[in-house]
């Protein structure tokens, strides 16, 4: 019995003429961060216990992180959360997962509409759809040749590195390995700015302008930053980048970061005390988008749509506007195939 998977023993191996197992169609997978299965406190406790308890999440030595986890975060949290997720949770599933599986559809069918032949397959780096599976999908549709798309354009280890390493952590168990790129950050690629430019307009064309434009990213501890991580830049790229599409107007434009976890110090301003802050101050319109996530989430429709809406209403602020992710709109995912195909290229 061999350490490897996928001893296949093909009876045409030692035929010097059998096809390249190598040149089949390509694979392109787009990974996403993982989701809970249902809104109940069981599925999201199973959830968390995965997701918390990678290394590249939480930097705590693991001895110790273990205890708190399974003592404090795991025994309470998932009991507080589950009814957010109740709330936001759609006929067919947790949103991420619905909205990514509709975007990774939508890029499927662009790239074979641009001649390609190609696999798309998607996969969640903690619950399902499981990334070994995708994967083993991928291999098993004759791709030899993968290219993995992390959904986060802005880079963390917590997030890109993760989903890095579970691929080649899969791939370390085969014996005839496939060629793999990986799509690791495009914080200003036009395919995803413009899309974003686009969703702001639209939105302004429909509703007026406001007095700002809240653009809130994920936060991430300043310590991960402190020792190399470039998602902060990243942010703040994006935020140019969109800032200058916006021309005058990208007066209006400011940067926060939300979703706080634990009590160190992270990337701040912090989204929900700035609300409150201009709430305070009598900033009347506010509208704010999540630049940092491709698909509505937990963390866009609870946390932000009702939670820091409430919170800046309350503070005083007149009207709260919330623009959602790019989701799977039809003109970003033809935008997001076609940046795909650049990172084919020479494959095609
Ligand atoms: C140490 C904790 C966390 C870090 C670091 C972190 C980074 C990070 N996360 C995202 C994207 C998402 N996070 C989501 C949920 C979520 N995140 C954390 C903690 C950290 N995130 C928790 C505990 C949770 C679960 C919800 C909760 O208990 O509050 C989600 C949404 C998932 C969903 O099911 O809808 C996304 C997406 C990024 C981009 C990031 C670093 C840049
Ligand atoms: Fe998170
Ligand atoms: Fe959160």
Known sequence: MSR??????????????????????????????????APTP???????????????VVELPAALWQVILRLFVLTRRPAAVAPKYAQVWLDRGSPLLVHSQDLADAVAASLRDRGLDVR???????????????????????????????????????????????????????????TLRFLDRFPTADAYVDALHRAVRAHWDQAGKPDRLLLSFHGLPQQSVRQGDPYFRDCHQTARALR??????????????????????????????????????GVGTVDLMCPGFLADCLETLEEI????????????GRAFRYIPCLNADPDWARDFAALIADNLAGWT
């Open 4 to 37: 490897f998977l996928s001893e296949v023993h093909d009876p045409r191996a030692l035929d010097p003429e059998a096809p390249d197992p190598g040149r089949g169609p390509l694979g392109v997978l787009l990974i996403n961060l993982g989701t809970p299965d």
């Open 42 to 56: 069981a599925a999201v406790r199973r959830y968390l216990g995965e997701f918390l308890s990678d290394p590249r």
């Open 120 to 178: 798309v397959g998607l996969a969640m780096r903690y619950g399902r759809p499981v990334l070994a599976d995708a994967l083993d999908a991928l291999r098993a549709a004759g791709c030899g040749r993968i290219l993995a798309v992390p959904m986060y354009p802005q880079y963390a280890a917590s997030t890109t590195a993760t989903a890095v390493d579970a691929v080649n952590a899969h791939l370390a168990r085969l014996r005839h390995q496939p």
């Open 244 to 281: 200058a599409r916006l021309g005058a107007d990208g007066d209006r434009l400011h940067v926060a970061f939300q979703s706080r976890f634990g009590a160190a110090p992270w990337l701040q301003p912090y989204t929900q005390p700035t609300l409150e802050s201009w709430g305070r101050e």
């Open 305 to 316: 749509d009702m939670g820091c809406r409430e919170a800046f209403l309350k503070a005083g």
